[in-house]
């Protein structure tokens, strides 16, 4: 089994920051990318940011140069730190995975969903 688990949603107002977290855990050989999916009510879900295991990033034009994703990969866990919020920004925030499991041949998996709301 594969677990997803994130962390540190809230409500903040704008301009405020808010740190999340994704831990990818269970049976689990390897992970490649691990990265932020948001979805607002109506909306689809759209990629916030990602990254590979050797460092390399992708960002959504509309939170680049706002919000930085990192990872450690001894934990399997993922950050985004989200900075200047904005209303915008509101919406289901959900953790993706790409692994390599050592009990099924399923490689993406999804977290949950953490909310972050940004109002004043």
């Known amino acids: 089994q594969v677990h997803i688990v994130e962390s540190g949603g809230g409500l903040v107002q704008p301009g405020g920051s808010l740190r999340l977290s994704c831990a990818a855990s269970?049976?689990?050989?390897?992970?490649?990318?691990m990265g932020w999916y948001r979805q607002a009510p109506g909306k689809q879900r759209d990629l916030v940011a990602d990254?590979?295991?050797?460092?390399?990033?992708r960002y959504a034009d509309s939170v680049k140069g706002r919000f930085t994703i990192s990872r450690d990969n001894a934990k399997n866990t993922v950050y985004l730190q989200m900075n200047s919020l904005k209303s915008e920004d509101t919406a289901g925030y959900y953790c993706?995975?790409?692994?390599?499991?050592?009990?099924?041949?399923?490689?993406?998996?999804w977290g949950q969903g953490t909310q972050v709301t940004v109002s004043s």
């Open positions: 993706h995975a790409e692994v390599v499991s050592t009990a099924s041949s399923q490689t993406y998996y």
């Open positions: 269970g049976s689990i050989s390897r992970v490649f990318s």
């Open positions: 990254i590979t295991s050797d460092g390399r990033t």
